[in-house]
Every structure is written in C-alpha cells, then in structure tokens.
C-alpha cells in the first residue's frame, strides 16, 4: 500500500447513531470512511469503495455480520474485517476469528478498543499486501541479475520473519527448511536447533503429521492437495501441547510436489475466549440467581397473606361442619368462601409458576413473545417489594402493542433487572413509570421503565452498560445487571438506551423490532 494512499474503512451498522459516532471517530483518526444500513448494501459499497478494512455488527436485519465476514472472506480475502459483538456473545466472536476476522470488539465500543483493533488489522493488511506483492514478483521470471535475486531473498526473509502467523516450510523429505520468528515464539524452539535439524513430524503430537497430510489429501478441508483452517495441536519444546489452526500448500516444481509450506495460526487466544464464553454463561446465571433471591424474599411475603386467607377460610368452614347440618345461609356464605379460596390458590400458583419459570436454566429460545404479558408477570414477581419499599407503580399499556420475537426468560430477565434498579435508586420511595407502545415509523415496541430517584453521575453515565461497573456500595451488587441487559437486547437485535439526570430519576428505554417487521 502506498505510504500517501489513505486508509479506507467501510463500517456496517444496522443502528444510524453508532455509525454516526464511529465514523467521526474513524474520520478523526484518519481514515476514509463509507457507511452502510445492512450487510448486503455493505456489500454493494465494498466492491465500489474498494476498503483495506471493514467493521461490521453481528446482529443486523436479513444479513448477519458473520455472512458479511464469510461473502468478503471469499470475494476479498484480503480485507480485514472487524465484528462488533455484545457482551455475552463469545461464541459468535470465536466464530468470527475461526472464519478469519482480524479482530473483534464488544460493544459499546470503547474508543481505545477501536483503535487496537485497527492497529492489528493495519499489520495484518500489509503483511498480507507484501505477501502478495513477493508472489507477484517471482511470477514476473524476470529477475535476471544476481543484485536483484539477492533483494528478493531478502524481502522473502524479512516478509517471512515479520508475518503475525506461523511459517514452516519443508523440503521434499519434510525436513524444515523455513521455520519464522512466529514460530520460535509459539512453540519456544531457535531457529538454530530447526533448520536443517528436526522433521515436521517433531512439531506434532505422535500421529499428528500424518493426520494433517491425511486432510491435505482429502475433500474437506479446502479440497484434494490444499489444507484449509484444519485444526490440530501442535508440540512445544518444553513438551507442552498447543491447539492450533493449519492451512498448508505443496511446493509444485514442474508438475511435481518438491516441498511443502504451512501457515499456522496460535489457537490459544481463541480457546481462552470459549473459557471466556462458558464463565460468561455463568455469570449471566449469577446474575439472574441474584435477582431470583431478591424475588424470593419478596414472593414469600406476595403469597403469605393469600395463604393465610385460605388457612382461616378452611379452619372457619371445618368449625361450621363440625357443629352440624348446614343452613341455607351457611351454603350461600361456603359458596363465597369457596371462591375466594379457588381465586386466592390460583394467585399464589402463577406467581409461584412465575418464580420457578424465572429460575429455569435453559438454553435461549425464540418465541412470539406478548409484551402485555410479560411486563404482566414481572409487575407480579415484583409488585410486593415495590409496595414494601413505598414505591407508586404507574403501569401504561398503549393499545395492546404487537407482539416481538424473543425468548421470554431473558427478557424478563431484562425487565426486572431494571425494575430492581429502579426500586435500588428510590430507597425513600417514588415513582416508578412502566409502559409500552408501538413506535410505528420503526416497526418497534418500545418499552419504558421511568423512576425519580437519584439519578446517575455524568461522569458514570458512559460506563454503567460496562461489565463489573458498579456505583453500588460494596456487597450490593456487581456491576452485572446492566451490561446483561445490554447483552441480551443486542442478542434481540435491539437497542437500550438511557437518560438520566443526578436528582432528577432515569429514564431506560427498551427498543425491540415487532414480529414481522424490521427497524
């Protein structure tokens, strides 16, 4: 790439303010910038704009960022691409690194987080580019003079030594002829003890080797005479095994294989993210546990007195029997008794079945999901600790807004998160607004929990959608319920958003797409 040639970014983003922000961001930094709506207008723009790097959402209407990175991966290998992920979702970053993305980073995007992910990319680009501009050169034959064959074996080994993955080469004999400085950091052995030295079997496991060549001959990894992204573990000096990705290439002379070249890529970055991944599970489970402790303490004293009716009820109608046949009026009072206890036990079984479905550990499921019922069932799990903390519930229902494509556990984990909030921001008591309504134009419902309680710094106001982040005391509480809410609306291909003024109460805004359309 020329030193004067700017660089060109092409950010894909379903949501017009982050591409806002980002591409003033962007701009700021240097960059050349086009923006796009979707995956497939992002992909239109790349072929005309012709961009070094692409920073695509995962979670976008019709074309997600994965089938973004998968049709540039094919049509522009070359172009590094970036996914902007939510937290929780390292399963889709793990994804994206396997299918070859430079770089990932969650959101909300951090301006220094960016600015890493472009370095790595920048590296990666021009590696890439000096790459291609070596093969150019020896593909010209034209290198007639001992001066300039000398220039190419020295921008040969500096391009070899400089690339960010692993480079082995090998002789027909699979003796290692080429072995970079990638590889002396991965696997901890000189160049010294490799060249000329060890086999390619050394580097493998016992059977390794042949397993990977067996591939190479194969159909599914990148087809017959080709490894592609095939996954192995490789041996360290110190005997230490390491997972790692290896796409490799015969060394063809005249019709006939003379060697062999593989590009490796360290894995251990990736496996740290699935550990990453299955701690993040964990704590999206903690964090619901937490509020399903809370509930409980609340649930207990909801279906106490209901309880305690159907016990009077029952001891009251035992006393009547007991003192004989029943009169006409006794039949007529039982009748009452009867429903108030029928009424009374089917209040106590939802709100128990509310608890237990709220409790259940189970893997996301995308349903039609009714608005009016499911902020009904949050308002029953938390109605009594919002009486007991003095709390008026304002509760707005807007012309029974359209239903929304969701899992339902989530969110209403969502709900409560904010409605504990809320509950947490007024400790002398207040106001607490809940309402929906179909915002028309967007195709979205929109969901708001309004409180007046204290409010939130200007200085906190950036980071409170950040993991761990807290303005708690300590030992009341993590950091975790927002950035779940985050997550899980990201995952819903919605948005979050907040207003909030110290004194003056917060406003959280829930934007999700109704079934059937696209915002």
Same mark, same amino acid.
């Given at each position: 790439?020329?030193?004067?040639?700017?660089?060109? =970014?092409?950010? +894909?983003?379903?949501?017009?303010?982050?591409?806002? =922000?980002?591409?003033?961001? $962007?701009?700021?930094?240097?960059?050349?910038?086009?923006?796009?709506?979707?995956?497939?207008?992002?992909?239109?723009?790349?072929?005309?704009? #012709?961009?070094?790097?692409?920073?695509?959402?995962?979670?976008?209407?019709?074309?997600?960022?994965?089938?973004?990175?998968?049709?540039?991966?094919?049509?522009?290998?070359?172009?590094?691409?970036?996914?902007?992920?939510?937290?929780?979702?390292?399963?889709?970053?793990?994804?994206?690194?396997?299918?070859?993305? #430079?770089?990932?980073? *969650?959101?909300?995007?951090?301006?220094?987080?960016?600015?890493?992910?472009?370095?790595?990319?920048?590296?990666?680009?021009?590696?890439?580019?000096?790459?291609?501009?070596?093969?150019?050169?020896?593909?010209?034959?034209? =290198?007639?003079?001992?001066?300039?064959?000398? *220039?190419?074996?020295?921008?040969?080994?500096?391009?070899?030594?400089?690339?960010?993955?692993? +480079?082995?080469?090998?002789?027909?004999?699979?003796?290692?002829?080429?072995?970079?400085?990638?590889?002396?950091?991965?696997?901890?052995?000189?160049?010294?003890?490799?060249?000329?030295?060890?086999?390619?079997?050394? %580097?493998?496991?016992?059977?390794?080797?042949?397993?990977? $060549?067996?591939?190479?001959?194969?159909?599914?990894?990148?087809?017959?005479?080709?490894?592609?992204?095939?996954?192995?573990?490789?041996?360290?000096?110190?005997?230490?095994?390491?997972?790692?990705?290896?796409?490799?290439?015969?060394?063809?002379?005249?019709?006939?294989?003379?060697?062999? =070249? $593989? %590009?490796?890529?360290?894995?251990?970055?990736?496996?740290?993210?699935?550990?990453?991944?299955?701690?993040?599970?964990?704590?999206?489970?903690?964090?619901?546990?937490?509020?399903?402790?809370?509930?409980?303490?609340?649930?207990?004293?909801?279906?106490?007195?209901?309880?305690?009716? +159907?016990?009077?009820?029952? /001891?009251?109608?035992?006393?009547?029997?007991? /003192?004989?046949?029943?009169?006409?009026?006794?039949?007529?009072? %039982?009748?009452?008794?009867?429903?108030?206890?029928? #009424?009374?036990?089917?209040?106590?079984?939802?709100?128990?079945?509310?608890?237990?479905?709220?409790?259940?550990?189970?893997?996301?499921?995308?349903?039609?999901?009714?608005?009016?019922?499911?902020?009904?069932?949050?308002?029953?799990?938390?109605?009594?600790?919002?009486?007991?903390?003095?709390?008026?519930?304002?509760?707005?229902?807007?012309?029974?807004?359209?239903?929304?494509?969701?899992?339902?556990?989530?969110?209403?984990?969502? $709900?409560?998160?904010?409605?504990?909030?809320?509950?947490?921001?007024?400790?002398?008591?207040?106001?607490?607004?809940?309402?929906?309504?179909?915002?028309?134009? /967007?195709?979205?419902?929109?969901?708001?929990?309004?409180?007046?309680?204290?409010?939130?710094?200007?200085?906190?106001?950036?980071?409170?959608?950040?993991?761990? %982040?807290?303005?708690?005391?300590?030992?009341?509480?993590?950091?975790?319920?927002?950035?779940?809410?985050?997550?899980?609306?990201?995952?819903?291909?919605?948005?979050?958003?907040?207003?909030? /003024?110290?004194?003056?109460? #917060?406003?959280?805004? +829930?934007?999700?797409?109704?079934?059937?359309?696209?915002?």
């Amino acid at each position: 790439m020329d030193a004067s040639e700017k660089w060109r =970014v092409v950010l +894909i983003d379903d949501e017009e303010d982050i591409r806002d =922000v980002l591409t003033l961001a $962007l701009t700021d930094a240097g960059f050349e910038v086009a923006s796009a709506h979707d995956g497939k207008t992002g992909l239109e723009l790349c072929r005309d704009f #012709s961009p070094q790097i692409v920073i695509t959402d995962i979670r976008m209407p019709g074309m997600s960022g994965l089938q973004v990175l998968e049709h540039l991966k094919d049509s522009r290998p070359e172009t590094e691409v970036i996914v902007a992920t939510a937290f929780g979702e390292m399963d889709v970053a793990i994804r994206a690194l396997q299918l070859d993305a #430079s770089d990932f980073i *969650t959101k909300p995007i951090s301006d220094q987080a960016l600015q890493m992910a472009l370095k790595r990319a920048r590296e990666r680009y021009s590696a890439r580019q000096q790459l291609a501009d070596y093969t150019r050169l020896l593909e010209q034959e034209n =290198v007639e003079t001992t001066q300039e064959l000398l *220039t190419a074996i020295a921008f040969q080994r500096g391009l070899i030594d400089s690339s960010m993955d692993g +480079i082995i080469g090998c002789d027909g004999t699979k003796k290692v002829v080429t072995f970079n400085r990638a590889m002396e950091k991965m696997l901890g052995y000189s160049r010294f003890e490799v060249l000329g030295r060890m086999d390619l079997a050394d %580097f493998f496991p016992p059977g390794g080797a042949d397993e990977a $060549l067996a591939a190479m001959s194969g159909k599914s990894h990148g087809g017959p005479g080709r490894l592609f992204m095939f996954e192995t573990r490789l041996l360290a000096a110190g005997g230490q095994t390491i997972p790692a990705q290896v796409s490799a290439t015969p060394i063809v002379e005249q019709g006939e294989a003379e060697g062999l =070249v $593989l %590009f490796l890529r360290d894995l251990r970055d990736i496996r740290r993210l699935e550990r990453d991944m299955a701690d993040q599970a964990r704590i999206l489970h903690q964090d619901k546990m937490m509020s399903l402790g809370r509930l409980a303490a609340s649930v207990v004293h909801e279906i106490n007195n209901p309880l305690s009716g +159907i016990l009077n009820y029952a /001891r009251l109608m035992r006393k009547i029997i007991l /003192r004989g046949p029943l009169s006409p009026g006794h039949l007529e009072k %039982f009748r009452g008794y009867l429903d108030l206890i029928e #009424s009374e036990t089917d209040r106590c079984s939802q709100i128990v079945s509310g608890l237990l479905a709220f409790s259940r550990r189970s893997q996301p499921e995308f349903t039609e999901v009714d608005i009016e019922d499911l902020i009904s069932r949050s308002v029953a799990l938390s109605r009594h600790k919002l009486e007991m903390s003095n709390i008026e519930l304002d509760l707005t229902m807007n012309s029974s807004p359209p239903k929304v494509s969701g899992d339902r556990n989530q969110l209403q984990q969502c $709900l409560i998160n904010l409605i504990f909030n809320a509950i947490d921001a007024m400790p002398r008591g207040g106001r607490l607004g809940l309402s929906a309504t179909l915002d028309g134009p /967007r195709k979205e419902v929109v969901i708001t929990v309004r409180d007046t309680g204290s409010g939130i710094a200007d200085a906190d106001l950036p980071h409170i959608f950040e993991p761990f %982040f807290t303005t708690k005391r300590e030992g009341y509480g993590v950091g975790l319920g927002l950035s779940t809410v985050f997550g899980i609306i990201e995952h819903h291909n919605g948005r979050v958003e907040v207003e909030s /003024r110290p004194g003056q109460g #917060s406003v959280f805004t +829930i934007h999700l797409p109704a079934s059937g359309g696209s915002h």
